[in-house]
């Protein structure tokens, strides 16, 4: 049986039910600690309508993900090499028509990706925060979702209500999630109440991929426009990263003959009112 997937392409996206909870930092060091541990993945920026990953990485990109989708430039025009490795895809900001792309624009994004990510150990999407159509779609078509929080309530509401409405629209019941700038007793109080409102009132329990501690030095690398991961790689927030990285390759590497045997993105069914 030919595989569907030969690349064997895990897709994973980062997602989060409100801004500021440092989404776009995780994803983007996240993808470094996966690449410097040998594997090689493309980060998409899925923030449609106000698109940062550049701006973090000091990058000024002539080209970006609404060239690509418009036919005015090819995959490899708009890709760009970070590092040996990784690779980003940009996408455009202030451009408020990506933030609800059609049904049409999202079978357009999701052809053009099928034939991007051959060759890629994983792909890694940061989503836009909230949940708009279109994020709601891409997280629907990866194979895996980070759902990121922090111990503050409003966090934790917004999250839970983006479990809540993709589970909804699209029967997703699968969720990992990570809680960002906390301590180790902090992540588990906060993980034991989103799991508990899952529970109850929506009949599935989540899985937990970790914590990342509140670690000052974020801040000045933001500030340099260098990931943290080269500004700072020994600092606590980098480890704790790590260790996220660590288990999403266990995951991959333990699953590779079923990750061959599916998409690497899932097709986006057409939504019903």
């Known amino acids: 049986m030919n595989a569907i997937n030969p690349g064997k ?3 994973l996206c980062v997602m989060s039910g409100k801004g500021g909870v440092g989404k776009t930092n995780l994803s ?3 993808g470094f600690a996966l690449r410097d541990m040998g594997h090689k993945l493309l980060l998409m920026d899925c923030d449609l309508g106000l698109a940062n990953l550049d701006v973090l990485l000091g990058l000024a990109p002539e080209k970006n993900l ?8 090819t995959a490899a025009e708009v890709v ?3 590092e040996p490795g990784l690779d980003i895809l940009p996408a455009a900001s202030g451009v408020p028509e990506m933030v609800e792309m059609d049904q049409n624009q999202q079978g357009a994004l999701f052809d053009k990706l099928t034939d991007l990510v051959a060759g890629y150990d994983f792909l890694l999407l940061d989503l836009g925060a909230g949940i708009s159509g279109t994020v709601l779609s891409l997280a629907r078509m990866a194979q895996m979702r980070v759902v990121l929080v922090t111990p503050e309530p409003t966090s934790l509401t917004d999250g839970y209500a983006m479990i809540k409405v993709l589970n909804a629209r699209y029967g997703v019941r699968d969720f990992l999630v990570v809680v960002n700038q906390a301590t180790a007793q902090e992540a588990k109080e906060t993980f034991q109440r989103l799991n508990l409102a899952c529970k109850t009132f929506l009949g599935f329990e989540l899985l937990s991929l970790g914590h990342v501690r509140l670690d000052r030095t974020m801040t000045q690398a933001v500030i340099n426009q260098t990931p943290l991961a080269r500004h700072a790689p020994q600092c606590p927030a ?5 260790m996220l990285a660590a288990r999403v390759a266990r995951y991959r590497e333990e699953n590779l003959e079923t990750i061959s045997q599916r998409q690497a993105l899932k097709q986006i069914p057409s939504v019903t009112s």
């Open 238 to 242: 980098i480890k704790d990263i790590a």
């Open 80 to 82: 760009q090499t970070v």
């Open 9 to 11: 392409t895990v897709s």
């Open 28 to 30: 983007l060091n996240l």
């Open 66 to 73: 609404q060239d690509m989708l418009a036919g005015q430039a």
